[in-house]
Every structure is written in C-alpha cells, then in structure tokens.
C-alpha cells in the first residue's frame, strides 16, 4: 500500500535486507533482553533547587537495537527500551505525571511493561496490569496503553519501564528534550556491526555522542547530565529547537561500501512509485481527462488552475484510500500519495512541467540537506518552472500559488523527470523552497469613524482584506460553514476590532469555496455602531482608536528568551482610520498616534510598525504600516523585534482626549 515516502519504502528495502517477521521471543543476543529495574534501590538525591520544581525526571535511559531474530540472520526486528524516573514535588507534577501513556505502533508489540512508586518513606507500591487499558487516539489512528498511579503524594518518585518490539524502520527520530527538567539522559542505537546506522544531533553539547563496535555490534551512545526545560514561545518553533537524534541505515556490509538511502535513492524510487501507471490505470486516466475542463488554448498557469479546482473539488481525501489511480477514479478517495499521483498523471497529459518535491514540516524538523534521512520526505508538492509556483496536491484547503507555510522557508528534494531515449528516470537535488513575501499575505483595514450627536456611540464603516496566509484560517472553510451561521462568523471577525457592535450591515466578497487567497483576498465589509470605544470624562470625552487594531500580541516576557524567532510566514498589515471629529471638538494629544519602530536594515526595515497622522479641518487620517519581511531573526538581537511587537501592541492601548475648542 503506498503511503507517505517515509512508511512506503518497503519494496526498495527488500533489495537492501531480508523482509521482517513478527517474532514472539527475545534473541539471546539482545543487549537488554533482561533488563530491570533495581529491585530495592535507594530512592535518588536531588537538590535543594530541584525539590522545588513541579516535576523532574531523574534518570532517563532509552535504547534502540536492531537485531536478526533466527539463526539464518534473516528477519530483523526493532526492540526498544524506556526506563524513566520522574520525582513530583507539587500537586502540578503529581496532576502531570499520575497516568502514563505508553504509544503501541501498528505491527508492534509490547514485551515489557511495569510501572512503579516509591513514596518520599521509601514505600514501593507496583501497578498492576488490572490497572493498565488500552485506548486509541481521537481519530483511532492510534493505539496507547495507559496505566493510573494511585498514592502518589508529594515527594514521589514515579518509574516505568517498556520494551517493544516493531518491524525495522531504518530511518528514526529520538527526543532527549522535554517540557520538564532532566538529569542522567541516555540514549543507544544499536545494531549489528555488518549494519552502520549514521547519528546526527541536533541542539545538543558537543561531546555528548560517543561511537563503538564491540561483540560484533555497533553502539551509538549518547549522555547529557542535563537537560534544561522547554518551554513554549511566540514566534518560535519550541518543537524544532528540542534536542534530537536522528539516525538512518547508511551502510550494508554485504553490499560493499556503497551508501544506502542517499537522496538520488529517494528521487529513483518516489518517482517510479508515482509516475509508473499500468494498464487499467491509464485507461481510468483516459475517462478522466474527457471530464477535464481545461479551455483550448490554456497557457500554463490556466491549465494548472483548471485541474486543480476540478480535482480537489470532485475527490475527496481519505487516508485509508486505496493508492491505484483506477480505484481513486472509481472512488472519487484518494490518500494523499493517491493525490500525489492522481496530479502528477493529469500534469503529464496535460504536458504541464513539472518537478515533484518533498519536503518535511520546519516547525518539527527543519530539512537537513546534509543529513539524507528520509524522515525529511514527509510532504508532497508540485513545482513549475515556467511560473515558479507551488501546488499542494492533497490540500484541498489550499490553492495554486501557495503550499502550508511550514513547509516553506526551507528545503526540499526536487524531483525531476529526465529521459534518455525511451528510457525514462529521475535526477533529485535539494534546493530552497521559498516563502511568500509579505505582500502577498496583507491583513488591511480601512475604517471611517464618525461620532453620534450625542457622543454616545460611534459610527463606523468597516472594510477589511485579508490575502494569502492571513485569509487561510477561514476563507477555504467559509463555504462550508451554514448559511444561517455565516453572519454571526462574520459579525464575531468584525467585533474584534469593533467591540459590542451592532450591525446595520455586513456582507463578504470572495467566500466562494476554491479560490486562491493571492488572487481573490477575503473581504469584510460591515456598517457598525458600537459605545465601547468612547467614554465620557467631565467635559471630555475619550476615544479608544487603537482598539481598533483588534487584539495584538504581546511580548512583555520577563526571562530571558531561549530561542530565534521564527514566523509562521511573512505579513502585512496597512491600516487606515480615517476620524471625522464632531464640530467644536479637538483632539488634544495628536501627537500619541506618531510611532515608528524598526528593525534590520536602514533602507529595507526587516519588521516595522510606523503610524502617521494628517488633519485637515475636522478629519484626522492615521495611515498604520506594520510589516514583517523575514521569516527568522537571532535570539541575540531579540530586543529589537520585540521592540516592533510591542509598538503594535502599545498603540493598542491609545486613547485620543477629545475636549471642546477654545
């Protein structure tokens, strides 16, 4: 069944080593075939500082092997083991850590699990396997055993011990990092020493990996005495900054000294598994491409845009989904390997060029050009040189021209189809895969505000574009929404920037299901009246105009910052607010709306937020520009982006004093 590339490799690897079976018993080979925990061991030290912590793991050993589980050194299987020790020390880390979820993979099996206290009095309370369940997923996709800890009292050390088996998977991803302290943190990758598994880190000290080959097995061994917290920042990507290990086969001894799952290997077999059809497939394809509705004379861009609306408008996305174009024609499902190659086909016939490109998600795991892990091979898109835009076959939220952010701002394997006579192949190279500009992602507001005879309330004409990512949370699921629902979303948009309004009027333009967020933006226009802005002080009265900025983000942190930036994506905002004052008013500090904050280069700022005022007679225009160009800023010049948030979040809180003239 093909899958996504990093699960769908089975069929090269039958070529690289025999195929795994299932296997019931341990190998008398394994290293911690018999690994324990210390029967009656004295409960771990832990410093005046760390009894003060919620929660902190103590001791944290993991291992991986792979081992041959027959004498004929055929099947290969992957045992893992996880030892952990946890102390709480509040009601927080007793809340956190009193049930312990242990994930169970499709064709794994667990050999070993035990889960144990020892109280602050050195009482030993084990968990029964009465009080282990199994559990899946919300989605069902996934499978969890999880054990409840009764007793477990302030001071407690929590340990647990799993071991499971799975079919081997030679490319893998280890966390050493998590949200809570760590001490004594172990990880081994061990394998047979005709296998060499290459380990890269990622975030960790140097010195901390070290490699040996003893009693005809390789042992990948990696320490940290230490291991700080990670915590979650804005404008930062917390899950890509753990400290990681990846690992992949590199080497097979009874194939020589030739590298084994290189780039150009995965360019070879993503393209045959997506390109190849057969016979019932092209003639499915055939019935198709009749129903296409791409006009005579299409250029490029209008045949590309064509076949995307009328497949992801007429196919659905369905994970389980059989891969053959002739069931995915049929069924009108498609998974999103399914998707991959049902685009991929229509481009051909439609003799589009195209590079096919796979990239990984940078808020997990940023692509690693000089580590070739197919763990990085995790998403699809299309790439055209003649228009030097993107496609996301099997996102049907998204439209030509625009991929997820995340996979963008970072690398990725292009593909390319080339062709020796009748003999058809593929050439792979990684290169950039760049991100949208800040112009093409505008979140723009356009607002008169005028004030009722009796300064009670204002009144305000509401018109506001959003483009590119900033229309991605709601433009392509508008459609979907009931249509006796659509005005209250609409109305719940415009209220936060207009608080408590009432509405005369509010209609959207571009809410059609389909469209691309770069060439039809999604716009709000509303008529509103709403006494939340103005209070009345003595004789003056107060006008809360940077409310109408909506909420703004705030980076007022107090500790220090313990990543880069990184933004989802680049982004504009250009706001005018244009105020009619009422007769015989002025408004006394004008000069709170002038703001100009920058950062990055003196001719092209790298993120600025500036707000202009002009007056003529009784209107008073306030032009705001905030933008940011650049997807990632160093934590060393922190400062100076955070200066340039908290403008826009500062001018939040200005209120202009209108009092009469003279």
Known sequence: MYSRPIRSFVLFLTVLLPAAAQAQSLPASLTYATYNWETQRKRLPVSGDDAQLPALVLREFSANEFAYTDAQRKNLRLFSIDHRIIRV????????????????????????????????????VEVSEGNMKELKDDDGTRNYKIFALDGVEKGSEIEYIFMRERPGTFFGREYLQSGIPARDVTFELISPATLTFETRLYHVPAGAQHDTVSQEKRITHVHLPAVVASHDETFAAPKAELM?????????????????????DASQYIHGTTYTLNKDENKALDKLMKQLPVPAGADVAAKITAAEQYLKSNFNLDPAAEPSLTRIITTRNASEVGFTRLFAAVLRRLYVEHELVLTSDRSDAPFDEGFDSWNYLSNYAFYFPATKQYLAPARPDYRYGMIPAEWTANKGLFVKTVKLGTTESAVGAVRDIPTLTADESPN????????????????????????????????????????????????????????????????????????????????????????????????????????????????????????????????????????????????????????????????????????????????????????????????????????????????????LVLEKKG
């Open 89 to 124: 020390n509040t009601s927080e880390g007793i809340e956190q850590f009193n049930k312990i979820y242990v994930p169970v993979q499709d064709g794994a099996r667990i050999v070993t699990l035990k889960a144990r206290t020892i109280s602050p009095r050195g009482e030993v």
């Open 244 to 264: 990681r290990a990846e690992y992949k086969l590199a080497y097979n001894a009874a194939r020589g000294n030739a590298r084994l799952f290189t780039w150009a």
């Open 444 to 655: 723009d507001l356009a607002m008169t505000v005028r004030f009722s005879p009796a300064l009670d309330k204002t009144l305000i004409d509401f018109h506001e574009t959003l483009g590119g990512y900033q229309a991605q949370p709601i433009q392509p699921f508008y459609s979907f929404i009931p249509e006796d629902k659509r005005t209250e979303v609409l109305q719940e948009l415009v209220k936060s920037n207009v608080p408590n309004a009432s509405f005369t009027s509010v209609k959207v333009t571009n809410g059609e299901a389909g469209l691309s967020a770069l060439t039809k933006p999604f716009v709000v226009d509303a008529q509103v009246e709403s006494a939340d802005l103005l209070d009345r002080a003595g004789p003056k009265y107060l006008f809360k105009i940077g409310t109408l900025l909506g909420p703004q983000s705030e980076l007022y942190q107090a500790e220090a910052r313990q990543y880069d930036v990184e933004n989802d994506f680049n982004r504009r905002y250009n706001r005018v607010i244009t105020v009619e004052l009422p007769a015989g008013y002025a408004v006394r500090n004008l000069q709170d709306l002038n703001v100009d904050v920058k950062t990055g280069p003196t001719a092209a700022p790298s993120y600025l937020f500036r707000s202009q005022y002009e007056q003529k007679g009784q209107t008073v225009t306030i032009n705001i520009t905030e933008y940011y160009r650049e997807i990632r800023w160093p934590k060393k010049d922190f400062e100076a982006f955070r200066d340039v948030v908290n403008a826009a979040a500062n001018f939040n809180k200005v209120v």
